[in-house]
């Protein structure tokens, strides 16, 4: 009978191999199989299409179990077994990291899952890193905001006198009071925000180009190509994880219809026992959203497309981008999917600098579009229940005032 594990021992020692021999190369065997059973996910691509190296029945049982792996690798020098370069080079070359090959989330039970929000992220950069890019973000808040209204009074026909300093503040700020400007400078500073926001995400994100699988509108899956290694039970748990995530995602319209209608009655909820509790009307501690949506629709139908342009096309594509495709993905290499989903919906309600009612209807929106997003792993559908409900609310307030 030959030796399967390390043919190259009998054929060069020409006979039987002995017990030394055989004892060897099963251990060499072990060490190479359990390289290959990594639980953390860590997968290799075989480059191969073939080995130089025979297998046998016994051989392919223990690569289904184990998963594969390159018969190549166990080749050790050995004071019996002579190994040209050429074997070398073939051995070194059999494997590859494949960095965009699916994650394995070893700690996700899909069983366990209540809320389907899925595996976490794979997420390579630091805790800081995430801290910088996410203040950089709302330092571009603060610069559009004090750039743009310079930017629609310059842009208007207002006269502003160049002399006395009080008297040229009064006359920018009854400029910038006007329905026209104040609408003007609501869609530049949108659209810088959106343009410098996704700068910095851009410059956070270049060093770790090309993203692991997953990231923004890339959905974990298990294609032919990168069939997963490792162990029996990591297959399984990937494999289970990439059936539920693709199931969801294959249903992606009816997610967001239910996330539309449940982002709907919930803030219909929080907004009656804000109004119960007496938190809700006046909201002096902070911007109302319907003062300006009154400011918009003074302005006439020049104003309204500047809003509806704002707040329900660039808006929902730009902070999606930025809270759920990158910050919420960012916090699950420290918590849960879940807790990342909550704790991104604070901080999306708490940026926005609302009053109370106004952020705890966001925080509403916050969780209903991080929910969907987890659970479909598409960026398009948190961006369409924030367009809906941003239509929405400007739909209710023209009904109102007509």
Not at 215 to 222: A, E, M, P, Q, R
Not at 265 to 279: D, E, K
Not at 293 to 301: E, H, L, V
Not at 391 to 401: D, E, G, R, S
Request: aromatic share 8%.
């Amino acid at each position: 009978m030959s030796l399967a594990i390390c043919p190259r021992v009998s054929a060069v020692r020409g006979g039987q191999p002995s017990r030394n021999e055989r004892r060897r190369s099963f251990h060499r065997f072990h060490r190479v199989a359990s390289s290959v059973d990594d639980e953390r996910g860590s997968i290799h691509r075989n480059v191969a299409k073939s080995s130089t190296s025979p297998k046998n029945d016994s051989l392919s049982a223990l690569d289904a179990v184990l998963g594969r792996f390159d018969e190549n690798a166990m080749d050790t020098t050995d004071g019996s077994t002579m190994i040209d370069d050429r074997s070398k080079t073939e051995s070194q070359a059999t494997t590859v990291k494949d960095d965009r090959t699916p994650w394995c989330d070893a700690e996700y039970d899909v069983e366990r899952d209540a809320f389907g929000c899925g595996p976490r992220w794979e997420t390579r950069w630091s805790g800081l890193r995430i801290f910088i890019t996410a203040l950089s973000i709302e330092a571009s808040f603060y610069v559009a905001g004090i750039v743009s209204p310079v930017v629609a009074v310059l842009e208007s026909d207002a006269v502003l006198g160049d002399s006395d300093p009080e008297v040229f503040a009064r006359e920018f700020q009854e400029a910038f009071e006007r329905a026209d400007v104040f609408t003007n400078a609501l869609l530049i500073g949108e659209a810088m925000q959106t343009g410098l926001g996704l700068l910095v995400l851009g410059i956070s994100l270049a060093p770790f180009v090309p993203l692991p699988r997953g990231w923004f509108n890339d959905v974990i899956s298990i294609e032919p190509e990168n069939e997963p290694t490792g162990g029996m039970f990591v297959r399984q748990r990937r494999k289970a994880q990439a059936d539920a995530l693709e199931k969801r995602r294959a249903n992606t319209g009816g997610e967001i219809g239910r996330a539309v209608i449940g982002t709907y009655l919930a803030v219909a909820l929080v907004t009656w026992i804000l109004y119960a509790a007496g938190l809700r009307g006046g909201d002096a501690d902070g911007a109302s959203s319907v003062e300006l949506i009154a400011k918009s629709f003074d302005a006439g139908p020049e104003g309204v497309a500047r809003l509806v342009v704002a707040t329900v096309v660039l808006a929902p594509i730009f902070e999606e981008i930025c809270f759920r495709g990158y910050l919420m993905p960012s916090l699950t290499k420290y918590v849960s999917t879940p807790v990342a989903v909550g704790a991104s919906a604070v901080i999306f309600a708490l940026v926005h600098q609302h009053g109370v009612g106004d952020t705890a209807q966001l925080l509403v929106v916050g969780l209903a579009t991080g929910l969907v997003y987890a659970r479909t792993r598409n960026l398009a559908a948190s961006m369409a229940v924030h367009a809906a409900f941003n239509a929405t609310v400007i739909a209710l307030f023209a009904l109102w005032v007509s």
